[in-house]
C-alpha cells in the first residue's frame, strides 16, 4: 500500500476501535445514511461560528487557528466530551505536528453542547506517547485485514456497525 | 427514512430553490429532497443538467423505465464512495478463477436455498410440489463439484428450469400458467409479471451498490464484460425468490391482478398502467418489510438486507470473512 499518512481522524478512532483506524485507511468509509455522521457533521459546521476555520498543515487538517497573545492557539471542536482521551490525544497530534514545522502552539480542546474547554500543552511525556502511537497506528494500517469486530458501546453509534456486524 | 419515489405520470420535475418540484398537467407537487434515496422514473418526464447536478450532490440515483415498463437505464452520479483499495480487491477476485468461482457458487447457494424456502412455504400449505423440492435438492449436489463459472451457469439455469415447473401448481390458474421462460418479449401474462418484477429487483441492487464501495461492472457469476451492470445480477438471484416470486404469487392468489391488467404490444404481453402502479407498490411494501436480524440485534428492512449483503460481499473480498449468502428461514 502506498501513500499511507496518520492524520487526526485515525488518531482519533485509535482510542476508540483500532478496527476503524484500518477501515478508515482503506478508504471504506462508513455508511453516509447514519444520523449520527449527520449530527457530527451539523455540530461541526454549526458552532463558534465566527471562530471556525479549517486550516491544512501538510497532511492535517486544523478546526480553528489563531494567534492568541503571541502564541498560536489550535482548536478543535468535538461533539462531547465522552471520548476526551481520543479528542485530546488528537490535538496533541496536530500540536506535534505544528512544531516539526517549526511552530509552537497550544491547544484548546472544544465541546459546545457542554460549554467546556480543555487546555492542551505538549510535554516529553505526551511526545513521547505521541511517537508510541504513531508505530502503532502503522502497525495496525499495514496489516492485511483488520482487527476483527468486538462488540464495545461505541459500535450502537458506530457509522461502521451494519458493516461490521452485518 | 428516505424512500424510493416512483413517477408514473408525465410532467417536468426539477430543482426549485432547495427541493424537488414535480409538474404535471393538473398538478404541482414539492418532493422534499432529503427525502428521497432514488427515483424510479416510468412516466414521460422531462429534466434538465440543473436537476441532473443537484440529484448527483445529493448521490440520489434515477432508474428510467420505458412506456412499456422495461428497464432503459441508469442516471448513476459519479461514484462517491471511492475506495480504490476495494476496486482492486474486487478486480482481484475477478481474475482469479478459483475465487472467482468461489464467489459465484455462493450466489447459486443462496439462491436455490431461498427457492427452496419459497418451496416449503407451499409444502406446508399443502400444495403437491415435493417432487420439485426433491429435484432441486438432487441438483444443487452438483453445484461444488463446479470447475468453471459456465458449468454454473448451467446448474443454476438447470435448477431454476425446474423450481418454475412448481408455479402452475401454487397458483393453480389457467389464465397464468408458465409454459416456459420467455424474456423478451415475455410471451405470457406470468412471464411478463416476472420480467417485471425481476428487473425491480436488479435496479434496487443497483441502487444500494452504489451505496458501498462496489463496482456494479464487476460480477462473478454473470460475466462482466464492464459494458453493463453484473453484480447486482448476481446479487439480485438471492432475492428474487423471497421477493418477486412471493410478490406474484400473493397478488395472483388474491387476484389482485388479473388477466384483463395485460395487453399485447409490439413488446409482448404488458402490464397496464394500473397493475403496474398495484406491483409496484406491492414491491416497495416488500422492499421496506422488516425481518430481525440476529447479529445486528435489532429489525432491518428487505432494502437494508441488500446492502448487508453487499457489506458481507466487501468483507469477503477484503480477506476478512468468506461470505455466506442470506437464506430466508420461513
Ligand atoms: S461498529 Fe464497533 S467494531 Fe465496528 S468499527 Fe465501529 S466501533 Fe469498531
Redesign the interface.
Known sequence: ?EDIKINGTLVWYYYICKREVWLMS????A???NKFMDIGRFIHENSYGREKKEISIGNIKVDVLKRHKGNVLVGEVKKSSKFQESAKMQLAYYLYKLKEYGIDGEGILMFPKERKRIEIKLNDKIIADIKDMEKKILNIIYK???QEPKKIKYCKNCAY???C?? | MKKVIYIFNDGEIKRKDNTIFFETDDKKSYIPIEDVSDFFIFGEVTLNKRFLSYISQKEITIHFFNYYGYYMGSYYPREHLNSGYMILKQSEYYLNEDKRLNIAMEFVNGSYKNMLSVLKYYINRGKDISDIDESIKNLSREIPKCFTTNQLMGIEGNIRDIYYKSFDRIINNKDFVFEKRSRRPPENYLNSMISFGNSLMYVMVLSEIYKTHLDPRIGYLHSTNFRRFTLNLDVSEIFKPIIVDRLIFSLLGRKMITKEDFEEDMEGIILKDRARKLFVQEFDNRMRATIKHRQLGRNVSYRRLIRLELYKIEKHLMGEKPYSAFVSRW
Open positions: 500500500m482503506r478508504k471504506i468509509v455508511d453516509q445514511d492485511d485485514i483488520p456497525s451494519e458493516f456486524w452485518s
